[in-house]
């Protein structure tokens, strides 16, 4: 059985949406991560060079680490957010960012995310991936994915590109 026969692409799928959204960040890292060479070509040749995914990655690289993933745990579970301000989580700094405006707070819709195409949208974790541990917060080097997640790279194995970009867009 390859990689591109549909049972084990919905397999994947399904799998996919049924993990937590840690897992599913940690999954796409994962994926991303492993074949982030491979892909580059590809998403080069795809003529992506798209403002809306490039604006949210520096929107996201502008939160704190916690808020970063908020806003990506949101992006992973569908959840809609209307670009609230969030403050920082120790009272005295929010007490005084409320005071000045909340000059130093930072917001994150997934609107704009929500509008963008397939083919931007994996542009826009393809910039993340390469981001992750620099100025987008990655994934602790002793952290080990757990057995859902082995379960799907198991099942994911060793696809080609076109393959697991395929998958990616239908994850996404």
């Known amino acids: 059985m390859t990689f591109a026969d549909v049972k084990n692409v919905e397999t994947v799928i399904l ?3 049924a993990l937590s959204a840690d897992d599913k960040l940690t999954l796409l890292a994962q994926l991303y991560g492993e074949v982030a060479a491979e892909i580059a070509p590809t998403v080069s040749q795809s003529n992506v060079s798209d403002d809306g995914a ?3 990655v520096k929107q996201i690289q502008q939160l704190s680490s916690e808020q970063q993933v908020d806003a990506l745990r949101g992006l992973v579970e569908g959840k809609q957010s ?5 403050l920082d989580e120790h009272p005295t700094k929010a007490l005084g960012e409320l005071f ?3 000059e130093n707070s930072s917001s994150f819709s997934t609107k704009e995310y929500d509008a963008l195409s397939t083919d931007s949208r994996l542009f826009f974790w393809f910039q993340l991936a390469q ?10 080097g002793d952290h080990m994915p757990n057995e859902r997640v082995s379960e ?3 099942l994911v194995g060793t696809p080609s590109v076109e393959d697991l970009v395929s998958l990616l867009k239908k994850t996404l």
């Open 100 to 102: 000045t405006g909340g």
């Open 15 to 17: 799998k996919y949406r």
């Open 152 to 154: 799907i790279l198991d």
């Open 54 to 56: 490039t604006n949210l």
């Open 131 to 140: 981001n992750l541990g620099k100025s987008v917060v990655g994934i602790p």
């Open 82 to 86: 209307e670009g609230e301000t969030v």
